[in-house]
Each structure stands twice: as C-alpha cells, then as structure tokens.
C-alpha cells in the first residue's frame, strides 16, 4: 500500500511539473526595417483569430539598428500564425490608405503574401509541437 501510495504521489508530481512548462517559445526577427521609429507590433494568432479579432498574444518592440524581435512564451502546442507591422507614427494600429492598401510596412509568418488581398492562413500558419520556434520574417 505505501508503495502505491508513494507512486501515485511521483506521479502527480511528475504531472504538475509538465503542465507548468507551460510550452514552446516563438521567437521572431525582422531585420530589414528602414527606419528605427516607432515600434513592431506582433500578434500570434490562431485559425479562429487570424485576420478577424485580437490575437491570442501580443508583442513589442522597438526598432534597434533596424533590427526588431519578440520572444513569445509558453505557447501549447497548435496551429498558429503571425502579423505585424511597424507602428511608424505610435498610434497601436496599422493605418490604411482610402483604397484599403496598408500605409505601414507589415509581415506575415512564412513571409506569405497575398498580391490579391489578405494573407490566407494556408499561407501563414505553422505548427507549435513542443519544441521551440525561431523564424525571420520581412517587411512588405
């Protein structure tokens, strides 16, 4: 019985340990900023988000050396994909043209670009399996 009772225990414990990892990290540069205003904003999204609300995490940086980069931490496994842009004049959103074209240079995962309008997630998404993920992206 004390033996049951001492495996049960190692194994609970065993099981809070994984589940307080909490997952991967998603780290993403971009390094051919022209200009070292303002700040990058990044959202990684899901299938449900991309494109349509709030991502699931945010991050920011500023530009240095027109270099940008965020580490997203403790992402669960999944689908996931990433958009940002460089927030030139400070105001936390992408500003457009009248004909609906950004004014502001953005990127997208796997540096997807769609001439034809949105990015598509087809295009953007990749997978978060547990180990971390590093990707450089461009500004369009």
Do not use: R
């Amino acid at each position: 019985m004390k033996t049951i009772t001492v495996l049960l225990a190692l194994f609970l414990t065993m099981n809070f340990y994984a589940q307080s990892e909490g997952g991967s990290s998603v780290s993403v540069k971009i390094d051919n900023i022209k200009s070292n205003e303002g700040a990058v904003l990044f959202g990684l999204y899901t299938e449900g988000t991309f494109m349509k609300s709030k991502p699931e995490f945010t991050a920011k940086s500023e530009v240095v050396d027109g270099v940008a980069q965020v580490t997203f931490e403790n992402i669960p496994t999944g689908t996931y994909a990433i958009s940002c842009f460089h927030d030139m004049n400070g105001n936390d959103q992408m500003d457009f043209e009248p004909s609906g074209m950004p004014k502001e240079a953005y990127a997208i995962s796997n540096n997807a670009v769609n001439m034809y309008g949105p990015p598509e997630w087809s295009e953007a998404k990749f997978e978060v399996t547990g180990e971390d993920v590093n990707m450089n992206l461009n500004l369009n």
